[in-house]
């Protein structure tokens, strides 16, 4: 199915004038009396408690902060504490709106959004369902530290579990959500649809359009917020968010059941600052933040300014915008305005905001102006407002009090050998994440390219040894694409996204014919928005779907830092092994393109826990390897070299196979067994390393052991040891720069391994220390045959009569490094 929205310059170059609609400003001002009638009773004094709680909770942190005690109870927390004294009115507000199909994401400052959040919950489920949460949660362990001296019914019960809980975690006992491996600024609980706070401001700009995306893709109920600062906006992430959550395909292509404006509300807590900048009058220009709906789609994201000092407004307005959210008209655009009492963090000075401005804000206090309009209006008593404060103080007293203490709330023993890989990678199999029949639209055996496939041999040598052209033969992207093809039509889940992966196939055509068989919803072109592409895939990964998203260039990953780094990497940990990832990042790593396009960055992604990385170099391993990682729940980082993307299979002489089939990963394969200099590379370089192990067969009479490591990490290291044992050396070549190379890592640590077998230092051949020059020079920049020739000669063991072209002597090494080079 090819799209077919054309796009005439009649209309596009007709002369007009672009109108923007009036934005609304903090228009809520309906009198309590007459408010109060839509709630049910006991609501709105329920909520003066929770703000009551939220504001207890906060200043308990900011005494023991500042003070090193609370209440005469001395405590020190070592860890941040960014609090939100004064904005407890607009988290209170939202989760008044919510229910537990929605999904929330914050920021570092989102206590009182998960406090809410779970306190909300707690009167939402029915008392079984809130048991089974609490009896499930990790085995009851949290339940078991404040059943004994519950008192009252189950959501009494509750509340002292989520209030407790929530502590804990802050506090980074293993009792708390997720075993205190996330703490303060990473707390969440997704049993009540609370899900990730992101410490990297904007993080959840992009994250929460993954999670929107998810609901819309799979059909599922609920809206999701994006809870992030008005500073945030500054950030690329968020930039890109609000882009692909408004791209016209989900209303434009996406077909039914699936179309429709995703479900997000993008809610700028609005408090003025990013922690001393000022983002009105200081650091950006748009002076009320609302105005930037008006530039992202026509509908201006139904953008308004909400006073969120004001809890009954932010009702009125996740009211309507829900609304709008369920006719498909999303996404939405909330500045709900608040201001933030307490500092940035125990650090801040205040030397940015004058005590006038504070008094001015603190005199407008939600809460106390909340229970005023209570009272007034006859809703409540001022004994029912004393005795709120009152039990606010009991419930955060008691949860303190369990929390600090260490017979109650332990730490997780970290230090312990088998608690990091229990956490790192939740290494499972599962094949659909969801039950539903996977929506394609042919047969498989219908796909065009499946067919054409069909028609091609599978092993890409003939009889003489000679390699067959890949027309005839089936190569390594194709290869590539049967797993992936072959995975939508098993998991009603897994979803493709990246640039160009529709009609264009990806920018290198692995993709081509898919487009055929998966509808719009489940592949699709994202925005140029490489940040949003792998942000998205992450809250896709962790709402519960299965993503494989493509950046084009290995170089471009730069602009998806912190989605790899920090967010694919890490969740799984910070989370105790709550969330699982499954998502694969495909990255096709470069040539031809020059400085920009051409460079192998490998080494980052080892580099960085909690990544899977791995470099198929042969037909046969890509498409095995990409069964493993499509069934997988971790998060796989699978580098592709476009130099062999028409690479036959010609190491397996059974071919590719048609079916199904696993390679695992961190297994190095052997290529070629030998005796004298084991040669290992990483990717397209195993290619030229078996040209160089020719020449030196054939010219120098050196028999060639020859492992293509395929894998990263993990990384089995025992075949190579064992080959070390017997050859006595290694050389490891790949295509990545040198310097830093992850190569490196591997002699580091094969010369701790197997130090005395070594006949010779472990020798690292890789691109040279500079940037990658034109295709017609490239063949200076990449390891070529002869310089892995040379460099066994010159590093291994001296090779009667060869005249070397290049110079791997030590005075060299020294010579360039001493450059820089
Ligand atoms: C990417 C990134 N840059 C900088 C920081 C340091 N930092 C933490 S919070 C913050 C201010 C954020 O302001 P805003 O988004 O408005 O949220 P607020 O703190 O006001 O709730 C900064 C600069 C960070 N955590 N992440
Ligand atoms: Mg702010």
Not at 133 to 144: A, H, P, Q
């Amino acid at each position: 199915m090819v799209k077919s929205i054309t796009l005439s310059p009649k209309d596009v170059r007709a002369k007009g004038t672009l109108k923007f609609q009036d934005i609304p400003l903090n228009q809520y001002s309906t009198p309590m009396k007459k408010a109060a009638k839509d709630f049910p009773k006991g609501d709105l004094l329920r909520m003066h408690r929770d703000m009551c709680i939220l504001r207890e909770f906060e200043t308990m942190i900011d005494r023991i902060k500042k003070e090193g005690k609370y209440e005469g109870i001395e405590y020190n927390h070592r860890g941040p504490a960014h609090l939100s004294i004064g904005q407890e009115s607009l988290s209170v507000g939202q989760a008044y709106t919510l229910t537990t199909e929605d999904y929330s994401f914050g920021s570092h400052r989102s206590h009182s959004e998960i406090l809410s959040r779970g306190l909300r919950s707690i009167r939402q489920l029915d008392e079984k369902k809130l048991m089974d949460v609490m009896k499930n949660y990790f085995g009851g362990v949290t339940l078991s530290k404040v059943e004994k001296d519950a008192k009252g019914d189950t959501r009494d019960l509750a509340d002292d579990f989520f209030i407790y809980g929530t502590l804990a975690e802050i506090f980074a006992r293993e009792t708390g959500w997720h075993k205190g491996l996330g703490g303060s600024m990473h707390a969440f609980f997704p049993p009540f649809g609370i899900y990730p706070n992101n410490a990297i401001v904007g993080g959840s700009g992009d994250i929460t359009v993954g999670a929107a995306l998810y609901k819309r893709i799979n059909a599922k109920p609920g809206i999701v917020i994006a809870n992030i600062g008005d500073a945030s906006l500054g950030c690329g992430p968020v930039w890109e968010g609000l882009m692909m959550a408004a791209m016209d395909q989900c209303r434009t292509l996406w077909p039914k059941g699936h179309n429709g404006g995703l479900p997000i509300v993008f809610n700028f807590v609005n408090n003025l600052y990013g922690m001393g900048g000022q983002p009105v009058g200081e650091t950006m220009g748009l002076q009320v933040l609302a105005r930037l709906g008006a530039g992202v789609n026509p509908e201006q994201m139904h953008s308004e300014r909400v006073d969120g000092m004001k809890p009954l407004a932010v009702i009125d307005a996740y009211t309507r915008k829900r609304k709008i959210i369920e006719e498909g008209r999303g996404p939405v655009l909330l500045d709900t305005l608040t201001y933030r009492f307490s500092g940035h963090s125990p650090s801040d000075s205040m030397s940015y905001r004058t005590k006038e401005e504070l008094d001015e804000w603190m005199a407008e206090d939600a809460i106390p102006a909340f229970a005023k309009e209570l009272v007034e209006a006859g809703v409540a008593s001022q004994s029912d407002v004393d005795a709120n404060i009152a039990k606010a103080k009991e419930l955060v007293m008691k949860a303190f009090r369990k929390a600090i203490d260490p017979a109650v709330s332990p730490y997780l023993d970290t230090a312990g050998t088998d608690c990091i890989e229990k956490v790192m990678f939740s290494n499972k199999t599962k094949l659909a994440l969801d039950d539903r029949k996977p929506e394609v639209l042919m047969p498989l055996a219908d796909n065009p390219q499946m067919k054409r496939l069909a028609g091609k041999t599978r092993f890409g040598l003939d009889e003489s040894g000679k390699k067959v052209s890949g027309m005839k033969t089936i190569v390594l992207k194709e290869a590539i694409f049967e797993a992936v093809i072959d995975r939508f039509y098993e998991d009603p889940t897994l979803a493709a996204w990246g640039e160009d992966n529709r009609d264009w196939g990806g920018a290198f055509a692995v993709y081509r014919g898919l487009t055929e068989s998966i509808p719009y919803h489940r592949l699709f072109n994202s925005p140029i928005s490489e940040g949003a592409i792998v942000g998205t895939g992450v809250g896709y990964a962790l709402s519960g779907g299965r993503a494989i998203v493509e950046i084009m260039y290995c170089d471009f990953i730069g602009r998806c830092g912190d989605e790899v780094f920090n967010q694919m990497a890490k969740w799984q940990s910070m989370s105790a092994g709550v969330l699982e990832m499954p998502l694969i990042l495909r990255i096709s790593v470069g040539a031809k393109y020059g400085a920009q396009h051409s460079q192998d960055w490998s080494a980052m992604f080892a580099h960085v826990p909690g990544l899977k990385v791995i470099f198929p170099a042969t037909p046969y391993d890509a498409k095995g390897m990409m069964y493993t990682a499509l069934k997988g729940t971790d998060p796989v980082v699978f580098l592709e070299s476009q130099r062999i993307y028409d690479m036959p299979e010609i190491f397996v002489k059974e071919g590719v196979p048609t079916g199904r089939y696993e390679v695992p990963f961190g297994e190095p394969a052997l290529r070629k067994a030998g005796r004298d200099i084991t040669i290992a590379t990483l990717g397209a370089t195993l290619y030229r390393a078996m040209d160089a192990a020719k020449i030196l067969e054939e010219k120098y009479g050196l028999s060639v052991e020859l492992w293509d490591l395929r894998s990263l990490n993990p990384l089995n290291y025992d075949p190579i040891i064992e080959s070390v044992k017997k050859t006595g050396n290694l050389l490891l070549a790949s295509d990545a720069c040198e310097r830093g190379s992850f190569l490196h890592d591997i002699a580091s640590t094969v010369t701790s391994l197997a130090f005395d077998h070594l006949d010779a230092p472990v020798c690292v051949v890789g691109s040279k220390n500079w940037i990658t020059p034109a295709a017609e020079q490239e063949d200076s920049f990449f390891p070529q045959d002869f310089w892995i020739v040379d460099a066994v000669h010159q590093r291994i063991r001296p090779l009667p009569g060869h005249q070397p072209r290049m110079n791997f002597s030590n005075g060299e090494l020294v010579r360039i490094n001493a450059k820089g080079v």
